[in-house]
């Protein structure tokens, strides 16, 4: 699909992949409309991109979120990129916790999809990106619930497109690696994943660009050792699910839960 001239939706774009996909969306012509809770950085951000809007909003409220939905209706590009890290063993979480990882990552995509997809397939146009995590392709320790919304994403994406077939309107998913410059690790000053050297927020940002522009079911936005352990992982999962229990796979993973805790 074409991106100049479309409107483009990103949410969580005050975030730093957020803000990234915004910025390469404009630079191809959209007109961006960026969304997430807090209004200076979205501010900030709709300034420096010419004719861009905002919209402020909590999307852990339902009743917010389905203003948005209605908000957006004329979309021609939703990115769903929005969501909570949710590291740490399930029960460490509160009910309440969990609702809200399951709220933002996942069903919050699913209902801006439902909402905006009517108006999409009426006009023949319209691209749905869903911003997973290499979490969405292989399950690793303290992230099960993460993971749980990250896959979730692609099941969802990848059975609608199959739905929309020949209906003007597709879906992608991008996976993400870890990103070393911008986000939720770099804020928190994680590193990469063991033995990855990471990706920048631009490059997951163009791989964004790519799958609307190539109209991709799935792109993986990873480092090299990452790429190759998601295709291990696809055809050997015993062998990936042994890696991943590695001492020091399982010591960054608890670093992670150190690191984001505060983010729930
Ligand atoms: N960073 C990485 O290494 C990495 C790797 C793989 C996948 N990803 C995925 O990439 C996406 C972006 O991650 P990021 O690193 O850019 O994260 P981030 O910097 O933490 O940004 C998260 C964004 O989501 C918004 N958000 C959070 N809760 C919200 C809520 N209740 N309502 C509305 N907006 C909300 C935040 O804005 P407010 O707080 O203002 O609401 C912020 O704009 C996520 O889907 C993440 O899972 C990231």
Redesign the pocket.
């Known amino acids: 699909m074409e991106i100049n001239g479309a409107k483009a939706a990103v949410?969580?774009?005050?975030?730093?992949?957020?803000s990234a996909i915004a910025r390469a969306l404009h630079a191809r012509g959209a007109r961006v409309v960026l969304t997430?809770?807090?209004e200076a950085p979205l501010a900030a951000l709709a300034a420096e991109l010419d004719g861009a809007d905002f919209i402020v909003?909590?999307?852990?409220d339902r009743r917010q979120a389905t203003e948005l939905g209605d908000r957006l209706v004329d979309t021609d590009i939703l990115v769903a990129?929005?969501?909570?890290p949710a590291v740490g063993r399930l029960e460490d979480f509160t009910p309440e916790e969990l609702d809200r990882a399951l709220e933002?990552n996942l069903r919050v995509p699913m209902l801006l999809t439902q909402r905006l997809l009517p108006g999409m397939l009426a006009r023949r146009r319209g691209h749905f990106v869903y911003?997973a995590?290499i979490a969405g392709k292989i399950p690793t320790a303290r992230l099960s619930v993460y993971s749980a919304t990250k896959h979730g994403l692609r099941g969802f994406s990848g059975s609608l497109r199959q739905d929309l077939l020949g209906s003007g309107v597709t879906t992608s998913v991008v996976f993400?690696?870890?990103?070393v410059d911008a986000?939720?690790?770099a804020?928190a000053h994680l590193p990469a994943a063991p033995g990855s050297k990471g990706v920048t927020a631009d490059a997951v940002a163009h791989a964004v660009v790519k799958a609307i522009e190539h109209e991709r079911a799935e792109i993986v936005a990873a480092s090299r050792m990452e790429r190759i352990a998601v295709r291990v992982g696809g055809v050997a999962p015993e062998l990936m699910a042994r890696l991943t229990q590695r001492e020091d796979a399982v010591a960054y993973a608890e670093q992670l839960r150190d690191g984001l805790r505060h983010?729930r």
């Open positions: 949410t969580g774009a005050s975030g730093g992949l957020g997430c809770r807090r909003c909590d999307l852990a990129n929005a969501a909570l933002v911003i995590s993400p690696g870890s990103v986000g939720m690790l804020d983010i």
